[in-house]
């Protein structure tokens, strides 16, 4: 059975960084692309970023250069750094295994 358990959210102020984590439990790290995704209120869920077992990342347009997507293989973790925020970045980021999603985090940008 797979589990992710997301970290790392917050309150930052515009212009600010965080940085979320996601670590993955069961077999499946290894084989699976893994991502992230958010959801504002009253907004669809929209891609964030996602990397494949390969390294090959892809970005939703409204978050590249300023996200960066990475994982680690010996961990099983998944990381979001995430600089320049806008409070249009505030929503629940969830992290994503294949087809199978974590819980969520809180990330609001706000001064």
């Known amino acids: 059975q797979v589990q992710l358990v997301e970290s790392g959210g917050g309150l930052v102020q515009p212009g600010g960084s965080l940085r979320l984590s996601c670590a993955a439990s069961g077999t499946f790290f290894r084989f699976n692309t893994m991502g992230w995704y958010r959801q504002a209120p009253g907004k669809q869920r929209e891609l964030v970023a996602t990397?494949?077992?390969?390294?090959?990342?892809t970005y939703g347009d409204s978050v590249k250069g300023r996200f960066t997507i990475s994982r680690d293989y010996a961990k099983n973790t998944v990381d979001l750094q995430m600089n320049s925020l806008k409070p249009e970045d505030t929503a629940v980021y969830y992290c994503?295994?294949?087809?199978?999603w974590g819980q969520g985090t809180q990330v609001t940008v706000s001064s």
């Open positions: 990397i494949r077992p390969g390294g090959v990342t």
């Open positions: 994503t295994l294949g087809t199978e």
